[in-house]
């Protein structure tokens, strides 16, 4: 079974123009989240597919399979699906360019599930929620899942609503981090917008609106992305820290 994982990168970020090239100890911030991927051993080749020349430049600078794509994608998952079209894989990661903490282990869960079970189309990852403060932020997504680790919902609302106070039950953030078998990922980019997903806009409600089940395990993996050049202060002293 092969297993591509496929990072999307644009440059022309309205928050954080070149955010992918941004230097992080040493490093562009794309080449940290290519060399995580490449060190989860369950993937066979990892891509980035970008409409830049200068990530092209710079990707295949530090040896990586780079794709060009179109400039019109809306999305990331527009952009890796361009590319999927062309493999011959069965199992497709799709995996943000602007979180280069991201660690092999990570994708490695995200993957499993489908790989055991065939009815799995999509799948993602969730994390406990311990600060009060993440819970209210809206850019932090929460996501409700069932007994069998499928989402019910995401939102960037606190969910669920503790009524009850005498409920104990944990909140969980949840992780871009999305896998698709490639038949289902070509699927769902041609399936319409939904409402809630253009309410929260929150493209993973799609599937769940169109009546496709997504699988969302959980990890310890805490994400730390890159939004603001400030943030790249953040991460350079939590990588120091694990040195």
């Given at each position: 079974m092969k297993i591509v994982a496929i990072i999307p990168a644009r440059y022309a970020s309205t928050r954080?123009?070149?955010?992918?090239?941004?230097?992080?100890?040493?490093?562009?911030?794309?080449?940290?989240?290519?060399?995580?991927?490449?060190?989860?051993?369950?993937?066979?080749q990892v891509f980035i597919a970008t409409d830049s020349e200068e990530i092209m430049t710079a990707g295949t600078g530090f040896g990586a399979q780079v794709c060009m794509t179109s400039a019109a994608h809306e999305t990331g998952t527009d952009r890796i699906a361009e590319v999927a079209g062309t493999l011959t894989a069965r199992i497709v990661v799709n995996i943000q360019g602007?979180?280069?903490?991201?660690?092999?282990?990570?994708?490695?869960?995200?993957?499993t599930p489908l790989i055991q079970d065939e009815t799995i189309l999509m799948g993602s990852l969730k994390t406990k929620i311990e600060k009060q403060e993440d819970l209210d932020n809206p850019n932090i997504v929460k996501v409700v899942t069932d007994a069998n680790?499928?989402?019910?919902?995401?939102?960037?609302?606190?969910?669920?609503?503790?009524?009850?106070?005498?409920?104990?039950?944990?909140?969980?953030?949840?992780?871009?981090?999305?896998?698709?078998?490639?038949?289902?990922?070509?699927?769902?980019?041609?399936?319409?917008?939904?409402?809630?997903?253009?309410?929260?806009?929150l493209e993973q409600l799609r599937a769940l609106e169109h009546g496709f089940r997504i699988k969302v395990p959980t990890t310890t993996y805490q994400p730390v992305g890159v939004d603001t050049p400030e943030d790249i202060v953040r991460v350079e002293r939590l990588m120091m820290k694990k040195k």
């Open positions: 954080f123009r070149g955010k992918p090239l941004a230097r992080i100890c040493g490093k562009p911030m794309i080449q940290w989240v290519y060399e995580a991927a490449r060190r989860c051993e369950i993937i066979d602007d979180e280069p903490l991201i660690t092999p282990e990570a994708i490695h869960q995200a993957v680790d499928c989402a019910l919902y995401f939102s960037r609302s606190p969910i669920p609503f503790m009524r009850n106070k005498d409920t104990v039950i944990s909140a969980f953030r949840h992780i871009g981090l999305y896998v698709y078998r490639k038949e289902f990922l070509l699927t769902f980019t041609r399936l319409s917008r939904s409402v809630l997903e253009q309410a929260e806009n």
